[in-house]
């Protein structure tokens, strides 16, 4: 493994000079990518009852002298590191910071009078989450209690005094906690008896398994989801206890406040599944009394969606997860009192698509709102009528606007709903107004932005008194930055801009390209041009891979950062980069990527925009294999790179975490490897779809990067990919990262940058840098 001699000070070399110009700066350095604040992931901003104030995350402003990343944290989620919380006053646009510098600050929720806004932090300095108040009127902020708190989400009580929060199971230490919520399940831990020695034993365990046959084990722990379920007292910090050491997914305080429902994971539905039964459970609050309202059925990986009905009489749930993808995803109803589930829908078995979303009431809990296939759906609660309610030409439905966490949001008192739509031919994202009464849908807002690329459950915010909705926008050369409007979308006003240091830059620009795979089959394709791009000249381009994406969804992401890296660092220095569509089918995804790609890199040439003597492929995870299929298949590469990917999916079959897991196998089985069954069920398919058989047809120059503590794709599939090519000659490089894990999105800074430094001198070196009638900066 070749390193750089002067270490970070010759990275900063490359990184490069800015020139004093500002209007014709065009090469974006390494260091402002990595660098640059982002939003929080998965939790919402939120609007405060009266609308008055609104709530996000962010990451801090660089330069503060924090190092989250060096204090020994624990239970601090990976997407919680370095964030703060903002208030935004919604009539003036300022914005202040009330966590200020101190720890990581997440996961907020207003009381529902507004006068308490809680979160979870670790600002106390123990290095553990724990929830803390900021009280509006003395606007302070205070620790309510130091119990660790579970990242399941902060819920309050109507009354605004009580919150209830999940917590780690209490009648363990941590060492037991660690083991106990671990994702081991078919192999047993158990250290040497004999003092000194450092053996661990890894045994057959299947004691708590409940497939018919104890060959079958799960791939990992159910206990995973173990958990204590309290009420925390704002005023003094008494907790009482509603559940303890159950297995608990998402849970959900009833709208008077008396039960929660909750979600807890019962078993895989099959071996080798990433399906899981779940119960729906409820428990009083005033008596502790338990019921199971449905039992065994499809729910997403988290255990929801499910919803309360404003009376607190009914939930609402939609079937989900991996096996709904191909199945019908009906919505259910069931009374809080037990009783049948009925079935609403009856869809017809089509598939789902994408997460389903919660099902969400009108205010009189009269019906249900849903949206399945892209098309909203009305059903009556009592199961008398369900109809089609809109469906939009040529666009897909990705949400509803709701108010809280279960009722259709209406800016006209119920007659009408927003909608965040996607156009299909377009990729625009925009937003449309839809009477719930006519079923008419009118156009209010869609241009070249895009509205859904931020890591979230959910992409629209609204304000529960007044008619204003928030969102989240960006496109290809500006970061995603957050918007208020009201209900007709003629006025909109940014709130946040939190990397004012990119405007100085020239980005490049994005367009969608079309093209026949080699079945006949139409696809699209997002295609990032370097800034300044003239008609009359080639450029090099590279692919950005992943298979089972289509990633002409993303043309209006900013650099397509939807991906986890920007390209914007490729295409401001010369590069155009293509991010196709790449359906794949059972047993045959490596061949599908050969007949998806190649025509769309063909389009690119016919365009006269790509040199088809300069071409580069780069992927992570399962990009990653998906570059290393295509090398194994065709010459016309002439580098690529394979970030933290597998290439022999019996090997991957067999990784197992230290802990015992197997994520593997229900990964290949029935996820994204699409193999459907065992290697000795279908060890062809295995063979034949593994790039690693097929090494000895590559012949393009390969940089290998992984990450030391990978838990997801073990380093030992990267490392036989190495040793492979090295074995046969092939020009490769491998890069390993001590201390990192999966994603580069979580390494340390210093290590991103070196990440991509070497990403671009790879591709410089092999695709040659931008020629000088290329016109484009030299300078790093």
Not at 278 to 292: C, F, K, Y
Not at 480 to 494: E, G, M, P, V
Not at 543 to 556: H, K, L, M, P, T
Request: glycine fraction near 8%; charged fraction near 20%; hydrophobic fraction near 35%.
């Amino acid at each position: 493994m070749r390193r750089f001699a002067n270490g970070f000070g010759f990275l900063l070399l490359l990184i490069g000079r800015i020139s004093a110009q500002q209007s014709t700066l065009r090469h974006l350095p390494i260091e402002d990518i990595v660098k640059h604040r982002q939003f929080g992931q998965l939790a919402a901003p939120q609007f405060s009852p009266d609308g008055k104030l609104l709530v996000y995350e962010a990451t801090a402003t660089p330069g503060d002298g924090r190092d989250t990343a060096s204090r020994a944290n624990v239970g601090i989620p990976t997407y919680a590191k370095g964030l703060e919380l903002y208030l935004v006053d919604t009539s003036t646009g300022e914005s202040r910071d009330i966590t200020k510098g101190m720890g990581d600050n997440w996961s907020p929720a207003w009381s529902p009078d507004g006068c308490y806004l809680s979160f979870l932090s670790d600002r106390d300095g123990a290095g553990k989450p724990r929830l803390w108040l900021w009280e509006k009127h003395a606007r302070r902020l205070r620790e309510v209690s130091a119990i660790n708190v579970r990242s399941n989400g902060i819920q309050w009580l109507p009354h605004s005094n009580e919150v209830v929060v999940a917590t780690y199971p209490q009648r363990l230490g941590s060492g037991g906690s660690a083991k106990l919520l671990s994702k081991s399940s078919s192999a047993s831990m158990r250290q040497s008896r004999v003092p000194g020695s450092t053996s661990v034993e890894y045994g057959a365990n299947f004691s708590d398994l409940k497939s018919p046959s104890p060959r079958e084990a799960d791939p990992w722990s159910l206990n995973a989801y173990l958990c204590d379920l309290a009420v925390i007292d704002v005023a003094n910090g008494h907790l009482r206890w509603v559940l303890k050491r159950q297995r608990i997914g998402e849970y959900a305080v009833s709208p008077d406040g008396s039960s929660i429902a909750y979600s807890t994971p019962v078993r895989f539905e099959t071996a080798g599944s990433q399906q899981i039964l779940w119960d729906l459970r409820l428990v009083s609050l005033a008596t502790a009394e338990q019921r199971t309202l449905a039992s065994d059925v499809h729910l997403e990986y988290d255990g929801a969606p499910f919803t309360w009905s404003p009376d607190s009489t009914r939930l609402a749930f939609s079937a989900g997860g991996p096996k709904e993808r191909t199945g019908p995803g009906d919505c259910f109803v069931v009374d809080a009192e037990g009783g049948r589930a009925r079935n609403l829908t009856s869809f017809p078995k089509l598939g789902t698509n994408y997460k389903q979303l919660p099902p969400l009431w009108d205010t009189q809990g009269k019906y249900v709102y849903l949206i399945h296939l892209g098309t909203i759906w009305k059903a009556a609660a009592d199961g008398s009528q369900t109809r089609k309610l809109a469906t939009i030409d040529d666009h897909r439905v990705v949400e509803l606007a709701a108010k809280g966490l279960n009722l259709l949001w209406s800016p006209d008192k119920g007659e009408t709903a927003i909608a965040l739509t996607l156009n299909k031919l377009t990729k625009q994202s925009g937003f449309y107004q839809i009477d719930v009464v006519t079923a008419q849908a009118n156009k209010l807002f869609e241009d070249n932005e895009c509205f859904t690329c931020i890591n979230a459950d959910s992409y629209l915010y609204a304000a529960a008194r007044r008619n204003e909705i928030a969102y989240f926008a960006e496109d290809a050369g500006h970061d995603s930055d957050l918007w208020i409007s009201d209900a007709t979308f003629r006025h909109r006003r940014r709130v946040s801009h939190l990397n004012p240091q990119l405007d100085k830059f020239a980005m490049g620009t994005s367009r969608l390209i079309s093209w026949l795979n080699s079945d006949g089959e139409p696809l699209q394709g997002a295609l990032l041009l370097p800034p300044g791009y003239e008609k009359t000249r080639r450029y090099p381009l590279i692919v950005w891979a992943y298979g089972g994406e289509n990633g002409s969804d993303f043309v209006d992401s900013f650099g397509f950062s939807a991906t986890g890296s920007n390209l914007q660092l490729l295409a401001t220095r010369g590069y155009a980069v293509l991010f196709p569509d790449a359906p794949q089918h059972a047993k045959t995804p490596m061949m599908d990527l050969a007949k998806d790609v190649l025509p769309g890199v063909n389009k690119t040439i016919e365009m006269g925009i790509a040199d088809p003597k300069r071409l580069g492929i780069v992927g992570q995870s399962y990009g990653g294999y998906c570059a290393v299929a295509l090398i194994a298949q065709t010459k016309r590469f002439k580098a690529a790179v394979d970030i933290d990917g597998p290439a022999n999916l019996v090997g991957m079959y067999g990784e197992m975490g230290q802990d015992g897991s197997s994520f593997g196998i229900s990964l290949l089985e029935q996820g994204q490897g699409l193999m459907e069954g065992t290697p000795w069920q279908f060890r062809d398919s295995y063979i034949e779809n593994s790039p690693f058989f097929y090494l000895d047809r590559v012949e393009t120059p390969l940089l290998l990067v992984e990450g030391e503590k990978d838990a997801t794709v073990a380093p030992f599939l990267t490392d036989e990919i190495f040793v492979a090519l090295r074995r046969l000659g092939n020009q490769v490089e491998y890069v390993k990262y001590k201390g990192e894990g999966h994603s580069p999105l979580y390494w340390s800074f210093e290590n991103q940058i070196d990440l991509w430094a070497r990403i671009i001198s790879w591709f410089d070196q092999h695709l040659g840098r931008a020629r000088r009638h290329d016109s484009v900066n030299l300078d790093r």
